[in-house]
């Protein structure tokens, strides 16, 4: 099937110029009608304006003053070491060509900053291209119109909507350049949906054009949502998913273009089979050997009445203050009981390959929200602590609330640029917390008695702490919800200690959070580097009652570094990032492309993808094939850029 082909180019310009009902991807009604020439905002999810109410202090209130007190050696309850790249994302497949590029000759700028960001902290990056998209993705030769993913609406065959996708190498290809430039890792998926005719390709191209890139490949994604979709019998269980995953093992063994057989990732469960119910199967000793992780996919909540009519209806005001405790990240490590020491006695790593704030997109106010930026920094130390290997936080569409990442809606990239949501900033953090050292091992402080509002982590190395991390979740601009924690460490604490700040005045702030001073600022504003003068503070420390006073104000997050090679881990600036050297001028096809790049590239075919998602509710009409290509174009020529040079920028 042609997909939103754009036959003209003097068409296409004329509609860019008209007015035109324009559609969000996977939004279930017209977002209004706007000109497109004017870039004016059309409403998508991605930038939504809600905020919340933060809510009110606690009563009675935690202490505002309490001892944090470090051991060396021999310490008990550390976490397994944990790499630097702990905290990555998930990207969904339909749409790597809105994040990572068009091509291999026309790769997303701001996404190359945003992970050499990362890499520059944490040492490496991991990213997953699957989702509900994977199940049914077909790489084939070519595309009827030369791009490299298209999708088909007029197949869609669930509740979520999700179209089948065909894909070339390219996007493979893709991801291979960027490996090269920011050491991004990748996880793939295998698709699921035709167990008597598996699609291998995904996994030949893969292994031979990513190499020690491919860290894993996904074999099924949330199968225990299968027969409530509508791919499976209603009587699908565990026995029937292991039976599935050993047809795709005898599959992959008789494929000599697939060389490195142990790259498998199961079972992905979404929560309505338990774990214990699949290692009863045999599954994760049977299939051993062709294993590289065990992996689940889990959500908090969900938000999907609001999508589809369907489950329990919720709302991101009753539901903020459940995201603003230690105990939320807690409840989701307790879904698990025991599963990562199992997965440690079969010797595997066990992943949270997708998660968020809440499953069908997240919540308006709540998932862009500074409190989630916190409650992302606990979580995910808590899976850390908790003896997760990774986790990976969900990148939809441009109608989802909780993109830690989203590119523009209108590609005119003369004044819109990327917009950083909250999960960056806790990807960031958790990043600088964990260091590149890869031996970081995570300690929960039950700081101030356990309080839910005042938690707090030590990281250690070697035996000895690093770091410590200090959240407060408390939203009080009084500052009489402040506290002051009174580090000491055994033996007696460095003269003066370094301390960054995540900062905002409220936990229901969207945008402009500060990060030592830096921020990404608000809406369409970024190319993924981090702005204004970087502020780290010098604490003094008192030797003589061996004691450090590290103030976290209401609301706030404190990374303090107790030495200075701890600083120079997480942070060996300055940062090489990305330059534009491909921009659209507002007015007419104005592009500057070195001819020799676009001779042998794509560039010039990339009308056939329009942005969008994967969830149910997409709508047509006869102008959108045309409008929705436009974005495609300038994402090339504009958003999705030629990468001419390399700067080093602090």
Not at 134 to 157: H, I, M, N
Not at 233 to 247: A, E, I, S, V, W
Request: charged share 10%; glycine share 10%.
């Amino acid at each position: 099937m042609r997909l939103l082909l754009v036959h003209s180019l003097i068409l296409s310009f004329t509609l860019a110029r008209a007015a035109v009902t324009a559609y969000g991807p996977h939004v279930q009604s017209p977002l209004g009608t706007t000109t497109a020439a004017s870039a004016s905002y059309t409403g998508a999810a991605s930038y939504d304006t809600t905020i919340l109410t933060a809510p009110a202090p606690p009563n009675p209130a935690p202490p505002t003053q309490f001892n944090v007190e470090l051991q060396t050696g021999g310490v008990s309850g550390l976490s397994i070491q944990q790499e630097g790249s702990f905290f990555g994302f998930s990207i969904e497949f339909s749409v790597t060509t809105q994040v990572l590029g068009l091509n291999s000759s026309f790769l997303q700028v701001p996404f190359l900053n945003l992970m050499a960001n990362l890499r520059q902290r944490g040492g490496s990056v991991k990213v997953r291209v699957g989702g509900n998209t994977q199940e049914t993705a077909t790489l084939v030769a070519s595309t009827p119109d030369g791009a490299a993913l298209e999708k088909d609406y007029g197949r869609v065959s669930n509740p979520t909507a999700t179209p089948p996708l065909v894909f070339t190498s390219e996007i493979i290809k893709m991801m291979a350049e960027i490996s090269a430039l920011t050491d991004v890792y990748w996880y793939m998926g295998v698709p699921f949906n035709d167990t008597q005719n598996w699609r291998l390709q995904i996994a030949e191209v893969g292994e031979a054009m990513l190499g020690k890139y491919l860290i894993g490949l996904q074999a099924g994604n949330e199968p225990d949502l299968y027969s409530r979709h509508g791919h499976r019998p209603n009587t699908y269980g565990p026995q029937d998913y292991k039976n599935d995953f050993g047809l795709l093992i005898d599959a992959m063994n008789a494929d000599s273009n697939i060389p490195n057989k142990n790259l498998l990732i199961g079972p992905n469960l979404a929560g309505v089979w338990s774990l214990p119910d699949i290692w009863q199967t045999g599954f994760a000793t049977d299939f051993n050997q062709n294993l590289a992780a065990l992996g689940v996919e889990r959500y908090p909540t969900d938000n999907c009445y609001a999508l589809f009519g369907i489950g329990t209806p919720r709302y991101g005001q009753e539901m903020f203050p459940f995201f603003l405790t230690h105990q939320s990240g807690k409840n989701i490590v307790n879904e698990f009981p025991g599963a990562a020491d199992y997965a440690q006695s079969v010797g595997k790593p066990f992943i949270m390959s997708e998660t968020n704030t809440a499953s069908c997109g997240g919540f308006p106010g709540l998932s862009d929200s500074f409190g989630a930026a916190l409650w992302g920094i606990d979580y995910a130390l808590q899976l850390a602590y908790s003896n997760f290997s990774t986790v990976l936080f969900h990148v939809g569409g441009q109608s989802v609330y909780y993109n830690p990442f989203t590119p523009p809606v209108t590609n005119q990239s003369t004044f819109h640029q990327w917009t950083i949501g909250p999960i960056y900033y806790s990807a960031l953090v958790v990043a600088e917390a964990l260091g590149s050292s890869n031996t970081a091992q995570v300690l929960d402080l039950q700081a101030n008695n356990g309080s839910d509002y005042t938690p707090g982590y030590a990281i250690y190395e070697n035996g000895q702490p690093v770091r410590v991390a200090l959240t407060n979740f408390i939203s009080d601009p009084s500052g009489n919800s402040d506290y002051t924690a009174s580090i000491s460490i055994g033996g007696t604490v460095p003269p003066q200690v370094k301390v960054k700040y995540l900062l905002a005045d409220s936990v229901s702030q969207i945008y402009n959070f500060t990060w030592a001073g830096q921020t990404f600022g608000g809406p369409f504003t970024s190319d993924g580097r981090l702005v204004g003068t970087l502020d780290t503070q010098t604490i003094p420390c008192d030797q003589t009652n061996n004691v450090c006073q590290v103030k976290v104000p209401a609301p706030g997050f404190a990374l303090v570094f107790l030495t200075d090679n701890a600083m120079f881990e997480s942070d060996q600036s300055p940062t090489m990032t990305f330059s534009t050297t491909a921009y659209t001028d507002i007015h007419g096809p104005t592009v500057t492309i070195d001819p020799s790049v676009l001779a042998t590239s794509n560039g010039e075919k990339g009308l056939a993808d329009a942005l969008a998602g994967t969830s149910k509710g997409r709508q047509m009409n006869s102008a959108l094939g045309f409008a929705q290509a436009l974005p495609s174009l300038f994402a090339v020529m504009a958003g999705a850029l030629v990468i001419g040079r390399l700067a080093l920028v602090r």
